[in-house]
């Protein structure tokens, strides 16, 4: 499960049945609230359905904390097929994930987003079934502004590799900033990926970057381990606000 605002690579990993299922961190927004969490579908292309039951199970153990939380799914180009849909719409994995007041985000890798008329009808579909969209590792593909428009996206999420040395290397300082700028003028959500230091966290907090994600926050997470840092997290935002 993965911080967002704050963390990056960080993994908690699902353990059920005898399997085992790697997401990063929790997100967090600026006032440092958990927000959400993060499942990568590499690998597990056909147990996306279950993948996201284990996941909603999980997080609808925490109860009201991780209510209105985001589960978010990375999906590759041969995933978005229309005839895969109807059967992740009726799935009882989708079902259970709205029962427990979560949301759903479709992340679609910006390399992957040279989308024939068919993709682009795969994602409609989607957001008729709830689900957010959101461009992955932006900033590192080769798409134009005229396609990232007709995706219609809900968020940007800047690739790590311009956060990385954020304030160090002027390009790459340069580029977040443009991202950042971009977002705001398309009223789209920003992430910023592979955050490490405060240092980072307060310049994009200061430049309007909503969200991040990275070790930051923390380090790959056990579920057990996980509900722990959850609880942890907003008895300190308690305290703070107190």
């Given at each position: 499960?993965?911080?967002?605002?704050?963390?990056?690579?960080?993994?908690?990993?699902?353990?059920?049945?005898?399997?085992?299922?790697?997401?990063?961190?929790?997100?967090?927004?600026?006032?440092?609230?958990?927000?959400?969490?993060?499942?990568?579908?590499?690998r597990m292309r056909r147990r996306r359905r279950r993948i996201i039951g284990i996941v909603a199970d999980d997080l609808g153990a925490l109860g009201d904390v991780a209510r209105s939380w985001t589960v978010s799914i990375n999906f590759f180009q041969n995933d978005l097929r229309e005839d895969n849909l109807p059967k992740l719409a009726a799935s009882d994995a989708v079902t259970r994930a709205r029962r427990f007041g979560l949301k759903l985000n479709c992340e679609v890798l910006e390399a992957g987003i040279m989308l024939r008329t068919d993709k682009q009808a795969a994602l409609s579909h989607l957001r008729a079934l709830g689900f957010t969209v959101s461009i992955d590792d932006f900033g590192v593909g080769f798409s134009n502004l005229a396609e990232v428009l007709r995706m219609a996206p809900d968020c940007l999420k800047i690739d790590k590799q311009f956060i990385r040395d954020l304030l160090i290397n002027e390009e790459d300082t340069r580029i977040a900033n443009t991202i950042i700028d971009l977002g705001k003028s398309l009223n789209l959500t920003v992430v910023a990926e592979g955050v490490e230091t405060a240092e980072q966290e307060y310049y994009l907090s200061q430049r309007g970057c909503a969200l991040a994600q990275g070790y930051f926050f923390s380090k790959p997470l056990l579920p057990r381990d996980f509900e722990n840092f959850v609880q942890t997290f907003h008895a300190r935002i308690v305290e703070n606000n107190a």
């Open positions: 499960m993965r911080a967002v605002r704050d963390t990056d690579d960080a993994f908690a990993f699902w353990h059920k049945g005898g399997h085992s299922c790697d997401t990063e961190p929790p997100t967090c927004e600026r006032v440092h609230r958990l927000t959400g969490a993060r499942e990568p579908a590499r």
